[in-house]
């Protein structure tokens, strides 16, 4: 009978191992690819048409999602064109995502909801002028704003389980800003996070007030460019300009569309981003947030 001794064993690993790694697991990667079911965003075991379970939508808050109350509004067709400026964080330009009348109609029921903007300090909402200077306005759920909700949600492929928030608007008057934050919270493994964000703009008679990213490139063709620079600050020398990524100028009716998480649900830090100061005038901004929220995570 052979006799085995430690080194002999070693000697084996070595060899094997690398076979394993570099060939073996390689090969059963293609032939069983990894199952979704592990991946957050691919949670979809709700047979109900609306994505909507009775017994779990218990802990979903009216006050803070536009949740279904009966209410169907008739709306006009959609009229926006879409521009792909990137695919990961996906990054989408929509033109003419609202009409001048909604923009003005929605400014119009805002103006009387505006309170100073908070942020949120350890859960606990607070006034930082140096961190968020401008006033915001809950919009109340009328026709205009039920179609805007549909609209998100149809352009979201109506996902089960995604629920658009109260939609808020927000006024910038001269030196109004929001420095680069995250508009996802980190809490998918406790219940859902804000899956996307639709940075949309109301009004737009202001200096300054773009919406920057500093992590996102500008687009590098010649012919892009001169696309996208529609929509995006193109300063004539970019070696001298001081602010870092591309910047959205505000613009009436158009709206910025980005996914703020990954697959796995984790947030992601490519969607890094501030409102630039304005630098004179008033900007208004509409932010439309969905909120994800699969049923396996709200149980408790
Ligand atoms: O007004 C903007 O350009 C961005 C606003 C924003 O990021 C927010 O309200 O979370
Ligand atoms: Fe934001």
């Known amino acids: ?3 085995f001794s430690l080194s002999t064993l070693f000697s084996y690993l070595f060899y094997l191992l690398p076979v394993y790694f570099f060939v073996l697991a390689p090969l059963l990667r293609q032939i069983f690819p990894a199952s979704s079911t592990g991946n957050f ?7 109900d048409p609306d994505g909507i379970q009775a017994d779990s939508d218990l802990t979903l808050n009216p006050e ?15 009229n926006y064109r ?50 968020r200077l401008s006033d915001r306005a ?18 979201q492929g109506w996902k089960p389980h995604l629920y658009i928030e109260r939609m808020w608007a927000q006024r910038y008057n001269t030196s109004g800003h929001y420095v680069h934050h995250y508009d996802w919270v980190g809490s998918a493994a406790r219940g859902g996070d804000r899956i996307s964000t639709f940075m949309v703009y109301l009004g737009d008679d202001c200096e300054g ?10 687009p590098r063709a010649a012919a892009a460019l001169r696309e996208w620079c529609r929509f995006l600050e193109c300063p004539a020398d970019a070696a001298a300009a001081t602010t870092q990524g591309i910047t959205f100028k ?4 158009n709206a910025i569309f980005w996914e703020n998480l990954r697959p796995d649900g984790s947030g992601h830090p490519g969607t890094w981003h501030a409102a630039l100061p304005v630098t004179s005038g008033t900007k208004i901004g509409l932010n439309i947030w969905s909120w994800y929220h699969p049923p396996q995570s709200r149980k408790g």
């Open 1 to 3: 009978m052979p006799k």
């Open 41 to 47: 965003l691919d949670l979809d075991l709700d047979l």
């Open 64 to 78: 803070i999602l536009s949740l279904p109350d009966g209410v169907i509004a008739t709306c006009p067709p959609d």
């Open 82 to 131: 879409v521009h792909l400026l990137q695919r990961d964080p996906l990054v989408i330009y929509i033109e003419d995502f609202l009409s001048a009348e909604e923009s003005d109609h929605l400014v119009d029921i805002s103006n009387a909801n505006y309170t100073r903007s908070t942020i949120y300090n350890g859960g606990t909402a607070t006034h930082d002028p140096s961190t």
């Open 138 to 155: 809950l919009l109340p759920r009328d026709t205009t704003v039920r179609c805007l909700e549909a609209r998100a949600a149809a352009f």
């Open 209 to 218: 007030g773009g919406t920057n990213f500093p992590r996102l490139k500008m």
């Open 250 to 253: 505000p613009i009436k009716g």
